[in-house]
């Protein structure tokens, strides 16, 4: 018996292990994850990402100039954000909730080629 | 005199002990099983294949997700077989990154195993108490990497993220709590009468039909044999002073026993690690296509050794990946553990192996 009133002790005061999930969400670590957002006004549809992506989520329409993301397949692997050259894809740390139909984002980017000096 | 009857019960492929699909016919006279044969083949997805069509870069995402709970070591170990067709050395941190995160994923999966091996039992809470230690050490993954399970943080030439000194307190921190409680956790386990009963002396391996069946891992370590590549000192191990943990028995308590303290081993080594850890770079450019050459790598996993060989052909692609998984080599020493024990037997001693399917198919 005093062997256990420690545990007993701690069991008591000690509260559960577990989160009343989805009502308490636990906050995410700095640099998790979560998923990837594309900030069109930097974007130059260089086509980089679609080309590096192990997922092949990104597609790139150089006629319609338009970037097709498909959040389904993304594997939050962060290659495209590490190896964007203007910056235009960012990791955020909220893990995204689950969809009912498969979701497709096209996005319409304005950003600037620089001309080589 | 009544004749005794076989029977053949299917044992699988959907069981509650099993989280993966493998039949074992299991052939009984009476309550005794007399022998065994097992069918795999329920979850093959031609990973080897689609390494072969991919840029050899995209592979690492493909190769960590052949195991779902050793896909840090998969993933390092597809980076070092490249690295060394490419005959290049990566930084001193980058190494002692990888063997961190390598004896983390190992942490998570012993603790898994053992809470599934209470689960086999039937104790319940002693399943959750496990898992709510391993819950530990994936918020230090997800805190370190920035994923709980898929890490994806090593890429050719190193890996992709450091080790911050804020972190590494953190980390720190949470090593010791986990060994400490589990160190509180496995005696309550190993010196548990039922047990005992259930696994002392079942499943027998003995050191001859351990070494002649090739087995791998804590399945051979359990019978005696100082076996483990970690010993030959890849990565950092070298200078960490690895020594293999092995126990006499060879049956399944002695297995659980070489899991429980090779937790607490890895614990050791993450703390040494850190303490050792170099400053400098943590990557190095790779430029260029794998050249035509072959090489090999082999790496300790939770389950055993895991043999990477990769051809390359001077494209993007390779041409041949050859995975060889720990499982695969624990199938055999079951069709020697199972003949001569009891039906009700069966699930603990399946279990001893720490069967992975989905790593031995691809």
């Not at chain 2, 499943?203 to 001859?208: H, N, Q, V």
Request: charged share 30%; with cysteine.
């Amino acid at each position: 018996m005093p062997k256990m009133l420690p545990t007993i002790v701690r069991n008591l005061f000690g509260g559960p292990a577990t989160r009343l999930y989805p009502v308490e969400v636990r906050k995410p670590f700095e640099r998790t994850r979560g998923h990837i957002v594309f900030d069109d006004e930097k974007c130059t549809l260089c086509g980089g990402c679609a080309r590096r992506c192990p997922a092949a989520a990104i597609e790139i329409d150089k006629e319609k100039k338009e970037l097709i993301f498909y959040p389904g397949r993304c594997i939050i692997c962060e290659v495209c954000a590490e190896n964007c050259p203007r910056g235009a894809i960012t990791v955020k740390e909220e893990w995204r909730k689950p969809f009912y139909e498969v979701p497709v984002e096209v996005h319409h980017p304005k950003g600037k080629k620089e001309k080589a000096s | 005199m009544s004749k005794v009857v076989r029977t053949v019960a299917p044992f699988g492929p959907q069981h509650p002990v099993l989280p993966e699909p493998i039949q074992l016919k299991i052939t009984c006279e009476d309550e005794k099983v007399v022998d065994v044969v097992p069918a795999i083949g329920y979850c093959h997805r031609g990973i080897e294949k689609a390494c072969e069509l991919n840029d050899f870069p995209k592979n690492i995402y493909i190769c960590e997700r052949i195991c779902g709970i050793c896909s840090c070591i998969h993933g390092c170990s597809y980076c070092e077989v490249i690295e060394r067709l490419f005959g290049v050395e990566i930084p001193p941190r980058a190494k002692y990154l990888r063997v961190i995160w390598s004896e983390m994923s190992r942490i998570h999966s012993h603790l898994l195993w053992l809470g599934l091996l209470a689960d086999a039992f039937g104790l319940e809470s002693m399943f959750m108490q496990f898992w709510r230690i391993r819950e530990k050490i994936l918020d230090a993954m997800e805190l370190t990497t920035g994923q709980r399970v898929t890490q994806s943080v090593s890429i050719i030439g190193g890996v992709r993220r450091d080790i911050d000194s804020e972190q590494q307190k953190k980390c720190i921190d949470i090593v010791r709590e986990v060994k400490k409680e589990t160190e509180e956790l496995g005696k309550v386990l190993m010196n548990d009468y039922t047990v005992k009963a259930r696994t002392v002396g079942k499943g027998i391996l003995t050191r001859e039909q351990a070494i002649t069946l090739g087995c791998a891992g804590p399945t051979l370590r359990g019978s005696d044999v100082a076996e483990d590549c970690r010993m030959q000192g890849y990565q950092a191990y070298g200078e960490l002073g690895f020594e293999p943990i092995v126990e006499k028995d060879g049956d399944s308590y002695a297995r659980a026993v070489v899991r429980l303290r090779e937790t607490l081993q890895s614990c050791d080594l993450i703390l040494e690690a850190f303490s050792k850890i170099p400053e400098g770079e943590i990557s190095i450019k790779v430029k260029g296509n794998p050249p035509a050459n072959e090489a090999v790598f082999r790496a300790e996993q939770p389950r055993g050794e895991v043999f990477y060989y990769a051809k390359g052909n001077g494209t993007r692609n390779l041409e041949r990946l050859k995975v060889r998984t720990p499982t695969f080599a624990n199938i055999p020493a079951l069709l020697v553990m199972l003949p001569g024990c009891e039906l009700a037997d069966v699930p603990v001693i399946v279990l001893s192996i720490d069967p992975c399917i989905s790593c031995t198919e691809r």
